[in-house]
């Protein structure tokens, strides 16, 4: 049975090809083992996938230990009953957004790129606790690397757009797109239905998809 490998795999595969990091090629494999059809065609493809990543994986382990244990800069602690990461372009407001769900006060500033890294609150719905996750924003040419691993192993991840500005499309676009290439499928309303939301009460400059 031939493999029909797609152009999203090929990239992927060659992303590995050139990678220079261990990161990276983790970060690669991961993308190549989603984005590969599952059939049996490619079944040994998919175990040569699982083997190289699981050394990979090994191998950065043993170079955590010898720098002394340094720890993935995405990597939050769960806690609650479940959690949310915030996904969003620049100056879209999610900060703002994690301060109001959570009692937080995590610097917020009309300049881009203001959070450089994960920063955890807990809100409640009912009962539940939720841990909410405000991560740096991305654009159609910079995704912070590691990033990528802190939306796959959250629960959800909330696209969080500003309404406020003129480029609606483009912000859900260049979010979707990343979801996409690396795997990640979104659940949401189209394009179109996100740019014709009017909200009037709650927040009036950013809204979750």
Do not use: W
Request: aromatic residues 4%; proline residues 7%.
């Amino acid at each position: 049975m031939p493999a029909n490998l797609t152009p999203q795999y090929k990239k992927a595969e060659e992303a590995y090809r050139k990678a220079t990091t261990i990161e990276e090629k983790i970060s690669a494999l991961e993308d190549m083992l989603a984005l590969i059809p599952k059939h049996k065609g490619t079944d040994k493809l998919q175990a040569d996938i699982k083997r190289k990543l699981a050394q990979c994986r090994q191998a950065q382990e043993k170079q955590s230990k010898k720098k002394g244990g340094r720890r993935d800069p995405f990597h939050v602690e769960r806690s609650g009953g479940g959690q949310v990461t915030f996904l969003g372009t620049p100056n879209t407001g999610k900060t703002a957004l994690v301060n109001a769900l959570c009692g937080t006060e995590f610097k917020e500033g009309d300049y881009p790129f203001t959070t450089q890294g994960p920063a955890p609150g807990m809100t409640y719905f009912e009962d539940a606790a939720i841990q909410v996750v405000d991560l740096p924003p991305i654009t159609q040419d910079m995704v912070p690397p590691g990033m990528v691993g802190a939306l796959r192993q959250s629960d959800l991840v909330a696209i969080v757009i500003g309404l406020g500005s003129q480029d609606i499309l483009e912000q859900v676009e260049i979010c979707e797109g990343l979801l996409n290439q690396r795997g990640i499928i979104p659940l949401t309303k189209s394009v179109q239905e996100v740019a014709n939301i009017e909200l009037e009460i709650g927040f009036p400059k950013s809204c979750l998809i």
